[in-house]
C-alpha cells in the first residue's frame, strides 16, 4: 500500500456531542409558543430603564463628537480610527433602542461608508462630519423616526452619497442579520 | 412550550459600552437569571469566562483589545479551556452576510442583530439551550456544525448531569469514502 493511499483514508473531521447539556435546564409544560410570562417580567424591566435613555443617548453622541476631535489629521494607521468606529457602530447598534431610530440609520450609513473605504488616505472628513452634524441635529431636534419629512429627506441624501462615494458589499446583502451563526 | 430555567444558568456578557451592558443584564435579570457576570473588552472577557465559567456567553464584536471574532476563537481552542463548548451569541450592530458567515467560521454559536429585543435575545438561548449542535473538529475549524438543522443527539441519552468526555466519532474524507465504495462494488 502506498503512503498515498494510506493517509487517504485518515479521518479529515471528528464530530463530538460537547459534554456539557443545558437541555438539563430546559422544562416542557402545557401550551404552545414562548413563555410569554419570562418575555412580559424582562419588557417590563426594560421599560423601567426608559427613563435613562434621553441622557444615555446624548452620551453616546457626546463621546461620537469627542472620538471625532480626537482625530488629528492626518492620521497614521487606520487602527486610529478604531475609537471613533466603535462609537460610530455603539449608536448604530444602540440609537433604536434609545428611541431614535433615525440616528441609528446616520451611523449606520457611516459605519458602512467607513468600512467600504480605504483607511486612512480615501476617507474624506467632510463627508464624516455631515453625518456627525446630522446625528447631533436630530438629537436636538428631538427626531425620533422617518416619519419626519426632513429626517428622511436626509437620509436619502446620507445614502446616495454615500453609495456614490463609497459603494459597500451591505448596499446589495442585507442581512439575514440574526440566527444561527 | 420549553420553560428555561434561567435561575440555574450562568451567563457573561462582553460588551465594550456600559449601557448596553446593563440593557443586557436587565433582560437577563427579567428572564430570571441569577448569575450575570460582566466584562468590558476581549481580554478581561477571557478572564472572566476562566473564572465565572459561563454556561452561556454573550459577546459584542466591535471591542478594543481584541475584539468578539477573537475571543471566540481564542475560547474555541480544544484543550485550552475548561469549556471550548460554551454557547457563544453574538450581539452586534453588524448586519451584513459576510459578517455572520465570519462569525459562524470562528465559532460563534448564534448571531443577534441591534437592536436589541426581549424576544430576541430570548429566542438565541431557546436555540442554544434546547437545540444544541455537534461540534466539528478539521484542521482549519472548531466549533459547532456550519450547517443548519442539524442537532446534538445522536441516540440513547447517556449524559444524565453533564460533565464528563465529549463523545468524539471519527469521519474519512467523504471523497475517500466514495472511492471506496466504488473500489468495492
Same mark, same amino acid.
Given at each position: 500500500m502506498t503512503a498515498d493511499r494510506k493517509s487517504a483514508k485518515e479521518p479529515d473531521h471528528e464530530v463530538i456531542v460537547p459534554p456539557t447539556d443545558l437541555r438539563a435546564f430546559a422544562k416542557y409544560i402545557p401550551g404552545e409558543g414562548l413563555d410569554e410570562a419570562a418575555l412580559e417580567r424582562a419588557e417590563q424591566a426594560l421599560q423601567a430603564l426608559e427613563g435613562n435613555f434621553g441622557a444615555w443617548m446624548q452620551h453616546e453622541v457626546d463621546a461620537l463628537v469627542t472620538e471625532r476631535e480626537a482625530l488629528r489629521l492626518p492620521v497614521a494607521s487606520a487602527r486610529a480610527f478604531d475609537p471613533f468606529y466603535r462609537a460610530s457602530h455603539d449608536l448604530r447598534g444602540q440609537a433604536a433602542t434609545f428611541g431614535y431610530p433615525?440616528?441609528?440609520?446616520?451611523?449606520?450609513?457611516?459605519?458602512?461608508?467607513?468600512? !467600504?473605504?480605504?483607511? $486612512?488616505?480615501?476617507?474624506?472628513?467632510?463627508?464624516?462630519? *455631515?453625518?456627525?452634524? *446630522?446625528?447631533?441635529?436630530?438629537?436636538?431636534? @428631538?427626531? =425620533? @423616526?422617518?416619519?419626519?419629512?426632513?429626517? =428622511?429627506?436626509?437620509?436619502?441624501?446620507?445614502?446616495? *452619497? =454615500?453609495?456614490?462615494? !463609497?459603494?459597500? $458589499? !451591505? @448596499?446589495?446583502?442585507? *442581512?439575514?442579520a440574526s440566527g444561527q451563526a | 412550550m420549553i420553560r428555561i430555567e434561567f435561575n440555574k444558568l450562568r451567563f457573561l456578557v462582553i460588551d465594550d459600552n456600559a449601557h448596553m451592558r446593563r440593557i443586557v443584564r436587565t433582560l437577563l435579570h427579567g428572564y430570571g437569571t441569577r448569575e450575570v457576570y460582566e466584562a468590558e473588552d476581549g481580554a478581561s472577557g477571557l478572564e472572566a469566562f476562566t473564572a465565572y465559567q459561563p454556561d452561556i456567553v454573550i459577546t459584542d464584536w466591535a471591542m478594543p483589545i481584541f475584539d468578539g471574532i477573537e475571543l471566540a476563537s481564542m475560547i474555541r481552542q480544544p484543550g485550552s479551556n475548561q469549556n471550548p463548548y460554551v454557547p457563544i451569541i453574538m450581539l452586534t450592530g453588524h448586519s451584513e452576510k459576510s459578517r455572520v458567515i465570519r462569525a459562524r467560521d470562528s465559532g460563534v454559536t448564534e448571531f443577534l442583530c441591534k437592536p436589541i429585543s426581549a424576544k430576541a435575545l430570548y429566542q438565541r438561548i431557546l436555540s442554544v439551550v434546547v437545540n444544541p449542535r455537534p461540534f466539528i473538529k478539521t484542521k482549519t475549524y472548531f466549533g459547532p456544525d456550519r450547517r443548519r438543522g442539524t442537532s446534538a443527539h445522536m441516540g440513547p441519552e447517556r449524559r444524565k448531569d453533564g460533565g464528563g468526555a465529549a463523545e468524539i466519532t471519527k469521519i474519512e474524507p467523504l471523497y475517500d469514502k466514495i472511492k471506496s465504495g466504488l473500489r468495492g462494488s
Open positions: 433615525v440616528a441609528g440609520e446616520i451611523a449606520d450609513n457611516l459605519c458602512n461608508y467607513m468600512d !467600504a473605504v480605504s483607511l $486612512p488616505d480615501g476617507i474624506s472628513m467632510e463627508f464624516v462630519d *455631515a453625518h456627525i452634524n *446630522a446625528i447631533v441635529a436630530v438629537l436636538r431636534e @428631538d427626531v =425620533r @423616526d422617518s416619519s419626519n419629512p426632513i429626517a =428622511r429627506a436626509l437620509l436619502w441624501e446620507l445614502g446616495e *452619497a =454615500r453609495k456614490r462615494f !463609497a459603494p459597500s $458589499p !451591505a @448596499d446589495g446583502d442585507d *442581512a439575514e | -
